[in-house]
């Protein structure tokens, strides 16, 4: 039989910067997500929608750690890839950074499909922290960019449904505890790349679940969705309807004509083909479609104003056009969260390739006939039966066991596999991937006991889920147990259990400071901010005495928590104590952006305006910037009248007055 797609593996050098430590501290504060709306602007929005929006938002990213030790020197690096390639199509694979497709390329037309970035730079924008710009990214979890954004997954070869190679991706989502699979392989004389995708929910309650299949294209393009309306979200944080594809006098089809970042959910009737594409000014470009599972289509611009351009230029290098983001999701908007059933699983099929319609249509004025002409060509390209046709023939594959391994994910999954014995045909968690991160978990899960530490060092990641935490609160009270079973109690909204455990902690514990700092925390959330700037004092303190050298680990635990230290001694006007935090960090901490900015709010609240001026004039870069902060801009009008710096302008939408 012929091989009709050719799976290899390849390396891709470009200019990378590293992506630094994870930081040790786990996450306690409630998850600042821009993409939400409050309760009371639901109010006349379609009941579903409410209802999925008001459905188990994430509040946490706890188990996962915030990835934040990122900077912004890059060097040329390797970056192991997949490379899936047929007659027509080349698709670039990153297995090591969460399965994004980085490139799909038209070989006939000479044409990359998507928005390419020519460097790796990681920014503030995944839900845990670290993401990067480009290609097509499989966002599971909850709503925002996935916490897998610059993680592994597993990655094998299977055989496909047409008998030729078939890629398989597949980890454990921990946000919600879900196993996941994208399987994608190109038919041989096929121009698209087929890409199936299921979630499965292998327990015995119901699961919120969240997919958006997010695609950078080139932004130089117009957007075209079988819609007439869409619900617009922009910095107000508000959903309102409007008319596709103009409002306000303005076509919002083409991403340059917006001013400011926004979200255009496209309302696509109930019963028309699901299918979104980004044409260029001769009618070429990326078509993208699926089974009526994956429901939603959406559109996100950065807009021309100056912060969306700022940012443009922020995730990638001088002279690099910019993109906007083409995206199909489970439900009308990445707002909502749909409900698993329990033992249950959700699948569909997408489809990507290449589109050429009439331009004079595709561009004219009018919208109906845009429309009519782009979904005629894609029905005479890949006709809607046949999409239908390739997810039923796939469906019986996604069961297929794996062959040769490509790239080796998380050993998170392997440990729920050993802790339920889930059957999972086709998305093997083996015992053999298990890690030093899952090593304590394991011991806990085979004799009750949780271990402590051989050597003094910042605490492994804490895992939060029920069944975790009931195993942490029968097993013997020792500090590292009560430390780990605060933080899974604190996770559950137990935050005053979670105390007595972190106090009940403190009382044998060899190494206070993680402790302290739950318990900081704790006080903050409170109101208690006396106390916790006592705690975070004394925290940092006992982290300095223990630190024993200079590595990695250490670094990065000390770097966190003199930050939150700093800011905490000053939010109660401590600030002889807060310049004492700073005087004990590492030259290379003071040096870099994030702290920059923060000896600049130190030197303010010394009364030195002008060495805080002094800061900004120098120049810094704050590696990560959260997508939507203001702190840059608000430090700078507390320190003078005059226009921030265009290096400096950040703001999602206009200046406050």
Known sequence: MVIVTTIRRDVLTLPAAELGPDN???????LDEVHRVEERDRVGLPREMARQIGYEPLRSVLPERVRDGYGRTRAPRG???????????????????????????????????????????PACFALNGAWFSGGVEWNIGATGHTALSCAPV?????????????????????????????????????????????IRNPHEKPA?????????????????APAEEAWHFGYERRLRRVSVPAYDGVDRTYPLASTFPADYFYEVPD?????????????????????????????????????????????????????????????????????????????WLEAYGPLS???????????????????????????????????????????????????????????EVLRASYKLPGTPFEESTLGDEQAPWAELLRSGTFPEPRRAGPPGPTLVARHWRDMLETAPARPLTEYHLGVAQWHAGDQAQA???????LQLAPSVWPLLRCLAVADQVAGHHERAAD??????????????????????????LGREAIEALLAVRRVADARAVWDRLRDATRERGRFRLIEARLLLAEGDRAGARAVFDDGFEVADLREGAEVISELWARITDEPLPARYEFRMGPPAR
């Not at 040790?24 to 409630?30: F, K, M």
């Not at 497709?101 to 460097?119: D, I």
């Not at 705690?535 to 966190?560: K, N, P, S």
Request: glycine letters at 10%.
């Open 499 to 505: 105390v007595r455990s972190w106090e009940r902690g």
């Open 24 to 30: 040790p501290l786990p996450p306690l504060r409630t």
């Open 154 to 198: 597993h990655a094998a070869r299977v055989t496909a449904p047409d008998g030729g190679e078939m890629l398989r991706l597949w980890e454990w989502e921990r946000l919600r505890d879900l196993p996941f699979q994208v399987d994608l392989w190109l038919p041989r004389d096929s121009d698209f790349l087929y890409v199936g995708v299921r």
């Open 357 to 415: 319609a009439d331009a004079a249509t595709v561009h004219g004025g009018d919208w109906d006939a845009a429309r009519a002409e782009t979904q005629d060509r894609l029905e005479a390209a890949l006709p809607r039966a046949d999409v239908d046709a390739a997810y039923r023939a796939w469906l019986p594959y996604a069961d297929t066991e794996p062959g040769e391994t490509l790239a080796a994910g998380s050993g998170w999954g392997a440990l």
């Open 535 to 560: 705690r975070y004092a004394e925290a940092f303190d006992d982290l300095c005495q223990e630190r024993r050298d200079d590595g990695e680990a250490w670094t990065a635990a000390t770097a966190a």
């Open 208 to 224: 919120p679940t969240y997919w958006w299949s997010n695609i950078a294209v080139p932004e130089e393009r117009r957007v075209l």
């Open 79 to 121: 970056i192991d890839t997949i490379v899936i390639e047929n007659e027509r199509l080349r698709a670039v694979v990153l297995p090591g950074l969460g399965g994004r497709v980085a490139s799909l390329f038209h070989k006939s037309s000479g044409r990359e499909l998507l928005y390419r970035n020519p460097v790796f730079q």
């Open 271 to 347: 019963g028309r083909r699901r299918w979104i594409a980004a044409l260029d000014d001769e009618g070429h470009g990326l078509v993208q479609t699926s089974t009526d599972v994956l429901r939603g289509r959406k559109l996100f611009v950065w807009g021309s104003g100056t912060g969306g351009r700022r940012w443009q230029e922020w995730l990638t290098e001088p002279g690099t056009g910019g993109y906007c983001e083409i995206q199909a999701g489970l439900a009308r908007t990445q707002l909502e969260h749909v409900r698993l059933e329990p033992e249950s699983e959700v699948s």
